[in-house]
């Protein structure tokens, strides 16, 4: 467990923060396009699937956050 404070948690923040904000934009923008034609209940997965992909990288990420590197410790 850390003890001090270190630059990578509130960059980490602002980073994730942007990474995200860029991410809902991309997916507001471009996929309506192509199923917004498609009824209610096809979109919902295809929302699904792109809401919950963002999580996939996020393990790596907060583990960098804590400790410098980007796979867990041994």
């Given at each position: 467990?850390?003890?001090?404070?270190?630059?990578?948690?509130?960059?980490?923040?602002?980073?994730?923060?942007?990474v995200l904000a860029i991410y809902g934009l991309v997916i507001a923008?471009?996929?309506?396009?192509?199923?917004?034609h498609w009824p209610g209940l096809a979109q919902t997965p295809v929302?699904?699937?792109?809401?919950?992909?963002?999580?996939?990288?996020?393990?790596?990420?907060?583990?960098?956050?804590?400790?410098?590197?980007?796979?867990?410790?041994?």
């Amino acid at each position: 467990m850390r003890t001090e404070p270190t630059w990578r948690i509130p960059v980490g923040i602002i980073g994730l923060l942007v990474v995200l904000a860029i991410y809902g934009l991309v997916i507001a923008n471009f996929v309506p396009e192509w199923i917004g034609h498609w009824p209610g209940l096809a979109q919902t997965p295809v929302y699904l699937v792109l809401g919950l992909i963002w999580l996939l990288p996020l393990k790596r990420f907060l583990i960098w956050m804590e400790t410098g590197r980007w796979s867990p410790p041994d």
